[in-house]
Nanobody, 116 residues
Framework: QVQLVESGGGLVQAGGSLRLSCAASGIILSSNAMGWYRQPPGARRELVATITSDGRTGYADSVKGRFTISRDNAKNTVYLQMNTLKIEDTAVYYC??????????WGQGTQVTVSS
């Protein structure tokens, strides 16, 4: 059974940094195009960063230049380094496959709260 476990969220002041982790079991992350998603309060879930099986990365305009997605194949973990955080980055962050038809059960996510 596939399990995705997100961690690393917390409360941080605007301008600060956090590093999120997504540990997977039951799948090999490097075989999938994976993404970090976020769901702000009262809003839909959105895709903010992606990494393909061959390591190419992509970002939503709202996070480009501030967030970096990476993967550690040995640890079967995907990371999201978030710098220069803004209040509007406040959301629950999730990881999952990028291809909608190939997504796994969503994990519990990790809450990121950015304060002024």
């Amino acid at each position: 059974q596939v399990q995705l476990v997100e961690s690393g969220g917390g409360l941080v002041q605007a301008g600060g940094s956090l590093r999120l982790s997504c540990a997977a079991s039951g799948i090999i992350l490097s075989s999938n195009a994976m993404g970090w998603y976020r769901q702000p309060p009262g809003a839909r879930r959105e895709l903010v960063a992606t990494i393909t099986s061959d390591g190419r990365t992509g970002y939503a305009d709202s996070v480009k230049g501030r967030f970096t997605i990476s993967r550690d194949n040995a640890k079967n973990t995907v990371y999201l380094q978030m710098n220069t955080l803004k209040i509007e980055d406040t959301a629950v962050y999730y990881c999952n496959a990028v291809a909608v038809g190939s997504q796994y059960d969503w994990g519990q996510g990790t809450q990121v709260t950015v304060s002024s």
